[in-house]
């Protein structure tokens, strides 16, 4: 399987951007994830959701204003970034893991990486 993120870009405060992840060949994971790193940071969880039966999870900084979606038709899974924050801004990657709940928040669980697409967001 690949990955492809798409959708970053530069936005003010308070603005939405919508990630697109495009997952090409047989998935036979367990959940799709996505992570940022901002500079100087390590990568961080971002959200999930589980494969089959869509189940989502999210970091408690973005709760509430980012939603994580998977489109089973065009086998795409979007992240949609409302209320953006000026700390939101960090190159933002897609990523599958065979792993369990337990385990979805850790990046080194995720085998499968996309490029990452840079999320810029000004004050």
């Known amino acids: 399987v690949q990955l492809q993120a798409s959708g970053g870009g530069l936005v003010q405060a308070g603005g939405s951007l919508r990630l697109s992840c495009i997952v090409s060949?047989?998935?036979?994971?367990?959940?799709m994830g996505w992570f940022r790193q901002a500079p100087g940071k390590e990568r961080e969880f971002v959200a999930a959701?589980?494969?089959?039966?869509?189940?989502?999870y999210y970091a408690d900084s973005v709760k509430g204003r980012f939603t994580i979606a998977k489109d089973s038709a065009r086998n795409v899974v979007d992240l949609q970034m409302n209320g953006l924050k000026p700390e939101d801004t960090a190159v933002y990657y897609c990523?599958?893991?065979?792993?369990?709940?337990?385990?979805?928040?850790?990046?080194?669980?995720?085998?499968?990486w996309g490029q990452g697409t840079l999320v810029t967001v000004s004050s």
């Open positions: 990523a599958s893991t065979n792993g369990i709940t337990s385990s979805l928040y850790d990046s080194w669980m995720y085998n499968v």
């Open positions: 060949g047989r998935f036979s994971g367990t959940f």
């Open positions: 959701i589980r494969w089959w039966g869509g189940s989502t």
